[in-house]
């Protein structure tokens, strides 16, 4: 696993193919990349994203460059964010479209947390035990730091 870790990397934003893809087609793409770690999309799942708003219409049947890299957002996040966080981040963020900039700095983003989490267990001394305990404690401090941003969000849209 420690290997698929350090391996682990979206496409370039160039990478991603413009050519138009068919749903199947974007589905088989995008699993190359995500079901190495139980990331993986199936079409429902696309058009569930789609009928949800959170993937853009634009273009209905075909995927662009643009819905592409908003489905590899969305796979990657949902893995701790719930869909309606997930519509917030993208309509605040990114103004409801992953473009060549917002998904650039995910890739960047998520590359830095990998190596981040590489090089503390090759620094680690300890026990699998305690690597993992530290894993989980992280990954929980963060999805509550998420939680409390989220929070904080929707009580400042309130309070307008």
Do not use: C
């Amino acid at each position: 696993m420690s290997d698929q870790l350090t391996t682990f990397e979206l496409p370039a934003w160039n990478e991603i193919p413009n050519v138009g893809l068919y749903l199947e087609q974007v589905t088989k793409y995008l699993n190359t990349y995500l079901e190495p770690f139980d990331m993986g999309v199936t079409s429902s799942m696309i058009s569930n994203y789609v009928k949800l708003k959170i993937i853009s219409r634009e273009g209905r049947k075909i995927y662009n460059r643009e819905r592409i890299a908003s489905l590899f957002f969305v796979a990657v996040a949902k893995t701790v964010l719930s869909m309606d966080q997930i519509r917030v981040l993208r309509l605040e963020e990114a103004e409801h479209a992953v473009d060549e900039e917002f998904y650039n700095r995910f890739v960047s983003s998520l590359k830095e947390q990998l190596a981040k989490s590489d090089n503390l267990k090759s620094s680690s001394r300890k026990g699998s035990q305690d690597e993992l305990l530290e894993l989980v404690t992280a990954a929980v401090a963060g999805k509550m730091r998420v939680d409390s941003f989220f929070r904080e969000a929707d009580n400042s849209r309130e309070a307008e």
